[in-house]
């Protein structure tokens, strides 16, 4: 099993595209830095939608800009599109992720696109990333969206999901992440769903899990992962945002328990869970009486615990 893993922050924009209210664009600085001082090296800070379908993210280019400001900070943003695509290369992001729900109703009812529509997306994106100077070329990923099961479809099979894997790839993407959207995943199948895209697009093209925590499986989900070579997964401080179909669940894994059950395993994540438990008073205050979800924020640290040396 891996040695260290990467923990993408998504609060900032899954989190918050899910709560009603606007966080001030003030308080999102300040939770972005503290989370970048505490030692998470990747956020996700927002998404460039269209504010009028989500006034939560329309300042998501200013967002950017200040996160570019902040060291050793990778910063991502979502792209529904190639003009949010554009948008998030003129701001100079460092990675960029785009979701392609791999059940069809589901795409056709959440983008209007059906899948060789959202293929020609996915390609005509990634022409415009190869065409930026190295230098500044942006890392360009597909998220692989309701990959676990769809609230319209059911489940959504597997060799649909491989040949749709192929096919992100194919259009030029640097790698694919598989996106448990709805909270259907449970462990066995995400080991066997890893395993085969893994096998049909390289073991080195599929890292990141994106898991949600609806049913209780998180962490489960990530232990499956953990043990197929998975090396970053996104989880959101708090669970901010929490589960409009499971009241008193959180929405993607909460980042505070997975530090903890890393860090506990002997798995180095490079964050300080002190530090990181202090961020959740930055978010409270701007969202006063929102729930914020885990269970180490509210047990504390057992006696003795220490993070692994990086
Ligand atoms: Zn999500």
Redesign the pocket.
């Known amino acids: 099993m891996t040695q260290s893993v990467t923990i993408s922050e998504?609060g900032p924009r899954?989190g918050l595209q899910s709560v009603d209210r606007v966080m001030a664009t003030a308080a999102k600085k300040a939770w972005i830095k503290a989370e970048a001082e505490a030692g998470v090296g990747e956020i996700e800070v927002g998404s460039f939608v269209p504010s009028k379908l989500l006034p939560q993210m329309a300042d998501t280019a200013e967002i950017v800009a200040f996160a570019k400001t902040i060291a050793n900070l990778d910063v991502v943003a979502l792209v529904p599109n190639l003009k949010g695509a554009e948008r998030a290369i003129a701001e100079g992001v460092d990675k960029m992720s785009i979701p392609f729900s791999m059940s069809e109703t589901h795409s056709i009812n959440n983008v209007r696109k059906d899948h060789s529509a959202m293929i020609a997306e996915i390609k005509a994106i990634a022409d415009l990333v190869a065409k930026q100077p190295e230098a500044s070329r942006p890392h360009f990923e597909v998220g692989l969206s309701t990959a676990f099961g769809c609230t319209m479809e059911g489940p959504v099979a597997d060799d649909q999901i491989v040949r749709l894997a192929e096919a992100a790839m194919n259009a030029g993407v640097a790698e694919v992440g598989l996106?448990d959207?709805t909270g259907y995943a449970n462990p066995a199948q995400v080991s066997r769903l890893v395993r085969k895209v893994k096998r049909a697009i390289g073991d080195d093209k599929l890292n990141t899990l994106?898991l949600?925590n609806t049913r209780g499986l998180g962490l489960a989900n990530v232990v499956a992962g953990l043990e197929e070579g998975i090396t970053t997964f996104d989880a959101s401080l708090g669970g901010l945002g929490g589960c409009p179909f499971a009241p008193g669940a959180s929405?993607?894994i909460v980042t505070e328990d997975l530090v903890f059950m890393l860090e506990a395993m002997g798995i180095s994540t490079g964050i300080d869970l002190d530090k990181l438990l202090k961020v959740r008073d930055i978010v409270a205050e701007a969202l006063p009486g929102e729930p914020l979800y885990g269970f180490t924020p509210d047990a504390g640290l057992p006696l003795g615990f220490q993070k692994v040396a990086a």
Do not use: I, L
């Open positions: 998504v899954d996106s959207t994106h949600h929405g993607n």
